[in-house]
């Protein structure tokens, strides 16, 4: 039976090393054999400037990673015999829009932005199922 085994959201913090250099620090924090209500107010957190990625782990090395917020998010999910995949937002577009993704700053064709609900659609459906879901549109990679 598939189950997500953890989930893991990192978010970035100001902070001033000895010599008062300003930066971020990234902070990690992750989950073992989550709940989906567990999933979803992780992907909620993702706010597009400073809590930028998190990702979902399973068995056979099956990940899917999640960027961006707080309305936009790259979506993408691999396998050992599954993928690349990233799922394809409404926008068809070639055009590059920049998007927050691990705390950098991107260049993404819109094509790749996914609705908030796009999102959790395709989130819900990895949680319980560990597959991509049929009824969103992903480019393989």
């Not at 597009?48 to 990673?65: A, F, I, V, W």
Request: include cysteine; proline fraction near 7%; glycine fraction near 10%.
């Amino acid at each position: 039976m598939w189950k997500v085994t953890s989930v893991s959201l990192s978010r970035y913090e100001a902070k001033v090393d000895p010599r008062g250099i300003a930066g971020y620090r990234r902070v990690d924090e992750s989950m073992e054999t989550p709940t989906w209500t567990a999933v979803k107010q992780y992907i909620e957190r993702l706010d597009g400037q400073r809590c930028t990625e998190m990702s979902l782990d399973g068995p056979n090395e099956y990940h899917m990673t999640i960027g961006g917020g707080p309305d936009r998010f790259f979506v993408s999910v691999i396998g050992n015999d599954l993928g690349p995949y990233d799922l394809l937002g409404p926008d068809p577009s070639d055009e590059p829009e920049k998007m927050i993704l691990g705390g950098i700053e991107t260049d993404l064709p819109r094509r790749f932005h996914a609705t908030r609900e796009q999102t959790l659609q395709a989130a819900e459906y990895f949680f319980y199922h560990g597959q991509i879901d049929p009824n969103l549109n992903w480019q393989l990679g």
